[in-house]
């Protein structure tokens, strides 16, 4: 009977911490699993997308992972986030510098998508598919590293980007440091560049000095302060603006009085 109570005490003790070390493992298993998936969304902020994907919070909502777009691209250009990759798990993305988008016409990889992740409107200009208003991302250069602006002549990103003379212009201007030659330098037009990556690819550097990052990373963001007054395009961003006005003891007081005051103490 006492040897019955033991065995059973040892075999609770067991289970007890056989219960422990799988609740420990679990924890820690669920620990690594979270700070990867932290580490993918934060990752994702530099992803880029298809042509076509809506904004990035709701893209990794809507997208459902089925993987038809990148079976679509007839170029494999995009890809299918596996783990390790430190991108959200399943959803599409491509690398300029590796293979970059090749401007299908026919665009295979949005219409395909079942959700609308990758929204068809968005690429059509009057009831046709366009992808020329596509915006996958934006071109960046970078001047410390472009040979253009050293002075070397290189157009291999003007030459290589599909909106010939569009997305990507050659600006000349006299090479200071030598006095003589003129510098022929790469610019980029952001209401015009779609982020293909072609640009990327045909960089001659050893790492792009010309990058493809995602508009919003990219871009700067004006805000409601200020405005191009002879862009009436630009004035559309203020339709809807309310104005505030705020009271303080100066503007209480007209702008001559204002402008005087104190001088009072000068005399």
């Known amino acids: ?24 493992g679990i924890a820690t298993l669920g620990g690594f699993v979270w700070s990867a998936y932290i ?14 994907a809506i904004k990035e919070e709701d893209f990794l909502k809507t997208c459902i992972k089925c993987g038809l777009c990148v079976e679509a691209c007839p170029f ?11 991108k959200p798990l399943g959803t599409p993305y491509f690398i300029p510098r590796d293979i970059p988008c090749y401007m299908c016409p026919d665009i295979p990889c949005v219409p395909i998508c ?3 992740a990758l ?3 968005s ?10 208003v596509s915006e996958m991302g934006l071109a960046v250069i970078d001047d410390e590293s472009c040979i253009a602006f050293w002075g070397i002549q290189c157009d291999a990103c003007y030459r290589a980007c599909p909106l010939l003379g569009e997305a990507i212009t050659i600006e000349y201007k006299k090479n200071i440091r030598t006095g003589k030659h003129a510098l022929m330098t790469p610019i980029v037009h952001s209401e015009i ?21 995602p508009k919003e990373v990219a871009m700067g963001r004006v805000g409601n302060y200020y405005i191009k007054g002879w862009d009436k395009k630009d004035h559309m961003r203020l339709e809807n603006a309310s ?18 005051s104190g001088l009072e103490d000068l005399y």
């Open 39 to 52: 580490d993918e969304a934060t990752a994702s902020q530099l992803i880029l997308r298809p042509p076509g």
């Open 1 to 24: 009977m006492l040897n019955k109570m033991k065995n059973k005490i040892v075999s609770d003790r067991r289970k007890f911490i056989l219960n422990m070390a799988r609740g420990v």
């Open 123 to 132: 690429v059509t200009t009057d009831g046709e598919l366009d992808i020329n």
């Open 193 to 213: 560049c779609t982020g293909c990556g072609l640009c990327e690819r045909a960089c001659v550097t050893e790492k792009a000095a010309i990058f493809v990052l």
């Open 114 to 116: 079942p959700t609308g």
């Open 243 to 260: 104005e505030i006005k705020s009271t303080t003891e100066i503007s209480k007081k007209s702008a001559i009085d204002s402008l005087n």
């Open 76 to 86: 494999d250009t995009l890809l299918l986030a596996k783990p390790g990759d430190n």
């Open 119 to 121: 929204d068809e409107s």
